[in-house]
T-cell receptor, first 115, second 112 residues
């Protein structure tokens, strides 16, 4: 079963606007990662946030993590047409006191940025 | 720098035919290797992962198998393909379990 659930499933915005995507997960984690996928291509790693971190920035990307709510958000500021892609969260789940070592992906959010 | 090669990019195979997809990694030693499958418009399903030569963990009981004959080579196989095996297959590697994954460009498999 999928660990992460992204929300919304699809998002359409105008260039220059901000895009916010949310991810919820079920179990304890070591870290949460966000990936981007252009149509028909492999995924590209964007950012990793550890379970003891609350916020992380990388360029126009801002990721937050709330472990009490088991949720994360990805904010893309000043979006560009080239940001059009699918975005996935992935969690490195823990099982009890052990690491599962498996990265489990959500269903993704499809972002369209209109020029 | 590290690179990952996955081939072929597209494949059309009849039901009941065998399958062999290959993935190789360059520029790193003893990577963790992964096979994922992605159905159209869906997330990724972990199929197999390997932490070393000959060490394969299967995540989903199915018609597929994986092998790691060399340190940086990961092969996905099937003896007889089913229609339900159609999908986008992605190979990935990481330095260590739980860290960021580096993906190949995928293989689009259509079983007819």
């Amino acid at each position: 079963s999928q660990q992460g659930e992204e929300d919304p499933q699809a998002l359409s915005i105008q260039e220059g606007e901000n895009a916010t995507m949310n991810c919820s997960y079920k179990t304890s984690i070591n870290n949460l990662q966000w990936y981007r996928q252009n149509s028909g291509r492999g995924l590209v790693h964007l950012i990793l946030i550890r379970s003891n971190e609350r916020e992380k920035h990388s360029g126009r990307l801002r990721v937050t993590l709330d472990t009490s709510k088991k949720s994360s958000s990805l904010l893309i500021t000043a979006s560009r047409a080239a940001d059009t892609a699918s975005y996935f969260c992935a969690t490195d789940a823990r099982h009890g006191s052990s690491n599962t070592g498996k990265l489990i992906f959500g269903q993704g959010t499809t972002l369209q940025v209109k020029p | 720098s590290q690179t990952i090669h996955q081939w072929p990019a597209t494949l059309v195979q009849p039901v009941g035919s065998p399958l062999s997809l290959e993935c190789t990694v360059e520029g790193t030693s003893n990577p963790n290797l992964y096979w994922y499958r992605q159905a159209a418009g869906r997330g990724l399903q972990l199929l197999f992962y390997s932490v070393g030569i000959g060490q394969i963990s299967s995540e989903v009981p199915q018609n597929l198998s994986a092998s790691r004959p060399q340190d940086r080579q990961f092969i996905l196989s099937s003896k007889k393909l089913l229609l339900s095996d159609s999908g986008f297959y992605l190979c990935a590697w990481s330095v260590r379990q739980g860290l960021s994954l580096h993906f190949g460009n995928g293989t689009r498999l259509t079983v007819t």
